[in-house]
Structures are given as C-alpha cells and as structure tokens.
C-alpha cells in the first residue's frame, strides 16, 4: 500500500516473514537485496502475485529484471557456494553448511574457512557429560542412603528413634543400596566387573571407620577405565543382571504401585483410619458419659435446693412458734 508502506516496512515484513530470507536496502543504488537465510548454493524464488505474471513490486525494488526469450522477468541471482572438503585424501565432498555431521560418525566438523594445505584434526573422546552424569547419580545415592539412615537410627543416649527404626522393610532397602558397591556382573569377560573397578566405591581401602558410609567417585580412575574401554564400562552399566541393572529393577519394583512401599503406605493408612474410628468412639462414650454425669449432678443440684428451701422454711416455722410461746 503505497500510502502507508514505506521501504523500511517493507525490509521489516519481509524479516519477519517466514520467506526464509533475509532483505536489505542500499539508498546509494537504491537496490533491495534478498538473502538466503540457508546456507550453500541455494537459490530464491521470488513471485509477488502468486503466480500471476504481475511483477510491479519486484521491478520496482529492482529484484528482477526482464527476460523476454521466456516472457517474465526473472530474478537476478548470484548462488552461494557449497562448502568442499575430503577426508584422508579421499573424493571431495560438499555441503551446504559449514556444520558437518556425517564425514566422521560421532564427529561434528566446523569448516570455519579456506586452506590451500592439509589440516589435520585431531579427535579424542569427551567424557566430561558421562562423568557429571555419575556424580549426579552418585549425589542422588548418597541422599537416598543418607535419609534412610537418619529415619532409622536409635540414639541411647537422647532416647530418641527415627521414624523407621526397626522397620525391617526400610532396613532392607538401604542394605541393597550398600549392596550395589559390591555386587560384581558375573556375566562381563572384560576388567571391569564391578562398580569399584571403574572408580564407584565407598572409598579407598583402608579408609578411617566411619567415613565409608557414602558412595564416592574416583574421577580419574572413571575417566580412565571410560577412555581405555568405554564399551566394557558402558556394558556395566547397562548389563542385564548387572550391579546397576539390578538395583534399578528392584527400586522400580519397590515403589511401583503394588510394590512393597505402597502396600506398606495403604496398610499404615489403614490403621490411621482404623485409630481415627476408636478415637471417634471413645469420644463419643466419653461425651454420654460427660452428659449423663452432668444430669445426675443437676438433678442432686435442683433436690439439694429443694431441701434448702425446705430447710429454711421449717426454720421460719419453728421461730415464729418460739415467739408465739412467750
């Protein structure tokens, strides 16, 4: 609408289209230049009638220019160019982004220009994710065990029990926590069978007494065992039957929703349930009991002032005869 339009709304609706390009004006050739937003030797269809042969707008902000062999006007382009590279001196490859996925798999290539020699890169294993993700595992052990400990410890000399002290249940559950540490995979062929032989334990051996109640991780010997075979340490992990694999089913089996927590929720609640009825029973005899006591009372209230009443008159009674023998 040449009455409100202007060139900078234009450059604006276009930007914020979802044309996939990006538009620019030049006030020195007073020209408008369109982008390909994506990258590589992509070309941009311009059309704006929807096909119609109407090219008043595009003439006008000088996109294309007239071609008469074809009777329209097409647009006037300059491609990019695709990214080319070879791997170890093979066939040259293309790609329309400078981000390269699929050369080398599991490596993400960033071509961030041109080189008229041989680059070399080198490729070695990342294992920062896999080591914050065991120690994200092992602070979750660790305050499970931790909260299992402190709701089931007696103290003699405060008096005092946890929660779950003596729950045999509850008990169970941080025994096959502590168990994890040193249940190896019988069923592995590599070095590493068990947790501790990857760096996951309860601390090194010969530890004071009292400081091997948590599970600890030996990032180096992590690292190591993850960067000399990561598929036994993967293996481990993720082994049927394994430490890890075993643990993971028997917590899943414990707190499912007919699983030995549950049912021990539902039969606690039941007794709660059970406590709040003869509370409410009790209560209520208590309640006849109070009613009936307070009748008694106010009926030997009411006969004691009857008496009173009595008591007075009789008084008054003899005093005047008193008076009357004089």
């Known amino acids: 609408d040449a009455t409100t339009d202007t060139i900078s709304t234009i450059v604006s609706r276009i930007n914020s289209s979802g044309a996939g390009v990006l538009a620019s004006f030049d006030s020195l050739t007073g020209k408008m230049s369109l982008q390909n937003r994506t990258t590589g030797a992509t070309g941009i269809t311009i059309d704006d009638n929807y096909g119609n042969g109407n090219y008043d707008l595009t003439d006008a902000l000088r996109l294309t220019t007239n071609n008469p062999d074809v009777n329209t006007n097409a647009p006037i382009t300059s491609l990019g160019q695709n990214a080319r590279y070879s791997i170890n001196g093979g066939a040259t490859q293309t790609s329309t982004s400078n981000t390269v996925t699929r050369a080398i798999t599991g490596v993400t290539l960033n071509l961030a220009g041109t080189l008229n020699t041989t680059a070399t890169v080198s490729i070695a294993q990342d294992t920062t994710a896999a080591v914050a993700n065991v120690n994200t595992f092992v ?156 009748k008694k009372y106010s009926d030997l209230e009411s006969t004691l002032s009857k008496l009173q009443a009595q008591s007075s008159s009789l008084s008054q009674q003899l005093a005047g005869l008193s008076n009357n023998n004089k």
């Open 139 to 294: 602070t979750a052990y660790n305050d499970a065990l931790k909260w299992v400990q402190e709701n089931t410890k007696v103290d003699a000399a405060r008096k005092t029990r946890g929660a779950f002290a003596g729950d045999a249940m509850i008990e169970g559950i941080m025994t096959r926590l502590r168990g994890v540490v040193n249940t190896a995979a019988s069923g592995l062929t590599t070095t590493y069978k068990s947790l501790p032989s990857i760096g996951l334990s309860s601390g090194a051996v010969g530890s004071a007494v009292g400081t091997t109640s948590s599970l600890v991780l030996d990032e180096t010997k992590f690292t190591e065992a993850l960067t000399s075979n990561p598929e036994a340490v993967q293996n481990l992990f993720g082994l049927s039957g394994g430490p890890l694999d075993s643990l993971k089913t028997y917590l899943i089996s414990a707190t499912s929703f007919s699983g030995m927590l549950n049912s021990s929720q539902t039969s606690a609640d039941t007794q709660l349930r059970d406590l709040d009825r003869r509370i409410t029973d009790m209560q209520s005899r208590l309640d006849q009991k109070q009613a009936a006591l307070q």
